[in-house]
């Protein structure tokens, strides 16, 4: 089930400038930075942007696999 939590007005698309974005950010274009690959790299090659409504807030929901929450757990009681 899929909500319509927001709507974009005076919507503009432009090319995803990801050299400037990255040399912006951690003052390097060096390849392979690992943050850099996951965020930037490999994302598409277009942004949107525009005038954004929020019509329902949003709520932030975690969700972890069980083998994480049972290492959670564990670190936490020693």
Known sequence: MHLLVDVYFSIEIYKHPKEERIARAWRTTAPSLSYVDQAITYAGNWLIGGDLEV????????????????????????
């Open 55 to 78: 019509l329902e807030p949003i709520k932030m929901v975690l969700i972890v696999s069980n083998c994480h929450l049972l290492n959670f757990v564990k670190n936490s009681a020693s």
